[in-house]
């Protein structure tokens, strides 16, 4: 193996080679050397190497969580059990702060995406040396870019300005593309960013893999439906309504199954705890979960069969606060997403007991994971999406229409009317929020706010106490804190590590 980003990042190389190595040891069985290098000689080793989904699935991106108005995290909140909120990031976050954040030790998404990157480089640098079939090598080097092209994409809209003509010579990333250590490690322009994006996505449609395989779905690769469905999040992203409808009608082709949540949906284990203890107003309370919570490993999350490529969101606090705003868009006598993703009294669970404070939470895989890779549902909002803004509100009625009727409870209001375009894409945008909390919020509100049209624009707005790197100052009135639409802050702070390490080569974000 080659030596890599010695500058970048040495968090970097350890997770990507530990990862790397260990994960992959059945076919990876020569040691390192001296020069740190390692011989892989076989497609089979590659294939190892991105067989392994543990190295790719979770991304823990605490903008998705704490950053929008699906966050729900509140004074009141707070008050109610202080203890449970003693980790300032999430704090920092919900108040898009720019002081304390880049010295925040938890910051596992910058150094996660590039472990990636590596292992996808690892596999394209070693590609034309190794023996196997013309069509292996077609495969790895498909998944290699499209690996590469997913992690640069979250890095840009998490670390990054929007990409508009206006931005696109703002710093960007550091542009890797081999093992090599000789790359520059300064940050590119935005724009040098997306043209990298746009050409790994191009190799990554060059797939010849459908989704299915032997009859079975094989979501943690690149498939013609999951590149698709990546690509149509892209150019949805980038406003280019035509091309995400083509990328959607693509993905939708290779495979299009959706869980039917009035026959496919369950309860699993309950949760059992006891509120107010040792006083009058002591209770038993029981805590329903849906089957999905019942795992910790990534069993039904694999099994998860809307997948078209398999990434979560990961939240080591395990809560997902549902904001006031974005409970009140369910219906919830019909909704059977509110029935089973929203869980009542999970505040309790989360040592809120004494005294009690009720607050539910949003659950999907434990308390940890949320799908943010690609998948049917999200894929059928794209196209409905697109087909609103290109003037279709028919045709995008139809279309989110044909989730819907997998979501609400048999013999309640399913289809959506909407009497113009305007209409259509408000009640697509909320049938997205609905859909998909947490993961995609974020990414949409950056590009509402950068798109031609004024009506989806959000100004993000939060009152909380004010606060220091250790500690909120609770005894002081609460006070108002900001995002607007055209804020710098959109572009998270980088880790002062890397900054750091770098000896300065790599530049934070100006605020």
């Not at 006598?333 to 607050?359: A, F, G, K, W």
Request: a neutral charge; one cysteine or more.
């Amino acid at each position: 193996m080659k030596k890599i980003y010695s500058h970048l990042s040495k968090t970097i190389i350890l997770a990507g080679l530990t990862s790397l190595l260990f994960s992959c040891k059945k076919f990876l069985e020569e040691p390192p050397s001296k020069t740190s290098s390692l011989v892989v000689k076989t497609t089979a080793q590659l294939n190892a190497l991105l067989d392994n989904q543990r190295t790719f699935y979770t991304e823990e991106n605490q903008s998705q969580t704490y950053s929008t108005d699906d966050c729900g995290f509140t004074v009141e909140l707070y008050n109610g059990g202080r203890n449970t909120f003693s980790t300032l990031s999430t704090i920092q976050f919900a108040t898009w702060d720019n002081q304390y954040i880049p010295d925040e030790s938890r910051d596992r998404l910058w150094n996660g995406e590039f472990a990636k990157i590596f292992a996808a480089n690892l596999a394209l640098s070693n590609l034309e040396d190794v023996t196997g079939t013309a069509e292996e090598k077609a495969i790895i080097k498909a998944d290699a870019h499209f690996i590469r092209a997913y992690s640069y994409w979250i890095l840009a809209n998490t670390y990054c300005l929007p990409y508009t003509e206006a931005n696109k010579n703002e710093l960007g990333l550091p542009i890797k593309i081999s093992t090599s250590f000789e790359e520059p490690i300064q940050r590119q322009s935005l724009e040098k960013v997306y043209q990298l994006i746009e050409s790994d996505l191009a190799e990554a449609l060059k797939t010849p893999v459908s989704l299915t395989r032997s009859g079975k779905p094989r979501h943690w690769r690149a498939s013609i439906a999951g590149v698709n469905g990546f690509a149509a999040r892209y150019y949805l992203n980038r406003n280019n309504y035509a091309k995400a409808t083509e990328h959607a009608d693509a993905a939708l082709a290779d495979y299009s199954l959706l869980v039917d949540y009035n026959t496919e949906m369950r309860y699993g284990r309950d949760g059992f705890v006891t509120i107010n203890p040792g006083t009058p107003q002591a209770q038993a309370v029981t805590i329903k979960y849906p089957y999905t919570h019942d795992n910790q490993d990534q069993t039904d999350m694999i099994k998860w069969k809307e997948f078209l490529y398999y990434r979560v969101l990961d939240n080591a606090n395990w809560w997902y606060i549902p904001s006031q705003q974005l409970l009140n868009l369910y219906d919830k006598s019909n909704d059977l997403r509110y029935q089973y993703h929203i869980v009542e009294n999970y505040s309790y669970d989360r040592r809120m007991t004494n005294p009690s404070y009720d607050y539910p939470g949003y659950i999907f895989f434990f308390k940890q994971w949320i799908p943010s890779g690609p998948t049917v549902a999200e894929v059928l909002l794209i196209k409905a999406e697109a087909q609103a803004r290109l003037n279709n509100p028919s045709a995008a009625m139809t279309t989110v229409n044909l989730l819907r009727v997998k979501r609400i409870r048999a013999g309640g209001p399913v289809n959506l009317v909407a009497v113009d375009k305007g209409d259509a894409i408000k009640k697509i945008l909320e049938e997205r929020r609905r859909e998909m909390p947490f993961v995609q919020r974020w990414f949409d509100i950056r590009r509402y706010n950068n798109n031609d049209d004024p009506n989806d624009d959000v100004e993000l707005s939060k009152t909380f106490y004010p606060y220091t790197g250790s500690g909120v100052l609770f005894n002081q009135a609460p006070k108002s804190y900001i995002l607007p639409k055209n804020s710098r802050r959109f572009a998270v702070p980088l880790p002062n590590p890397e900054i750091i390490s770098s000896n300065g080569a790599i530049k934070q974000n100006t605020y």
